[in-house]
């Protein structure tokens, strides 16, 4: 889209969700993601996300894009390390991406108060299922575009993602990061074990350096022939 919309402009598009919650997808997203979708897309990423809930957090879309690739999306609430088990998840599956896009819901004000007041365990897990809480939440958009090696059996493919990233990401809703990434790791060994790929040019790394400075990141530079 070239203007940003409004309650109003979308509403035709997602008439089920309240305008709040409208308000809240206009307000912390960014300016690039209007950019980037259609407003039918924006209407069905706010349906979508509107409908996420601990039960189902999470819901993944694909479709054949006009050059004959596929576009995967994957609408979740946010968790530490979605995005590996994403990737990875979408890797086990053979899917191999070409590029992608990913957008994330900005800290709301009222979350980040709620952070600074020290909970007990038994209120944070009652404050999970709290309307308000999950109306807060951060949410990502994340959009994928790729292929898979039989892209006329997509609603097969899209099963099995769908039912994985279930998985995986019920355990990140359970706090379990490392059972989530070894449950990833057993699907991406598995999928290599029974996959014949075509042997093509490898870059063998001569360096390898981690730069940690960057607060929110870690920085991957790798030299090689």
């Known amino acids: 889209m070239t203007e940003k919309p409004t309650i109003q402009t979308l509403k035709p598009f997602c008439r089920d969700v309240e305008d709040n919650f409208i308000a809240m997808h206009l307000k912390r997203l960014s300016d ?5 979708f259609s407003i039918e897309e924006i209407g069905n990423h706010i349906r979508v996300l509107a409908s996420l809930s601990i039960e189902n957090p999470v819901y993944v879309q694909a479709k054949k894009a006009k050059d004959e690739r596929i576009c995967c999306t994957v609408l979740s609430f946010n968790y530490v390390s979605l995005f590996a088990v994403i990737t990875g998840t979408l890797a086990s599956a053979g899917f191999n991406i070409h590029d992608g896009n990913i957008f994330t819901y900005s800290v ?3 979350t980040a108060k709620k952070n600074q007041k020290l909970l007990s365990r038994s ?3 009652k404050s999970r299922y709290s309307p308000d809480v999950i109306l807060e939440r951060r949410k990502v958009v994340d959009c994928f575009n790729g292929d898979i090696n039989d892209p006329d059996n997509l609603e097969s493919w899209l099963e099995l993602i769908q ?3 279930s998985d995986a990401v019920a355990l990140l809703e359970d706090g379990k990061i490392e059972k989530s990434r070894q449950l990833v790791h057993e699907w991406v060994i598995q999928n290599l074990s029974t996959s014949n790929y075509p042997s093509e040019p490898m870059l063998y790394p001569m360096q390898m350096d981690f730069d940690n400075s960057h607060p929110a990141m870690t ?3 790798v030299k090689s022939e």
Do not use: G, I, N, Q
């Open 32 to 36: 690039r993601y209007f950019e980037w």
């Open 163 to 165: 039912s994985h990233l």
């Open 123 to 125: 209120e944070l897990e």
């Open 108 to 110: 709301s004000k009222s």
């Open 219 to 221: 920085l991957l530079k």
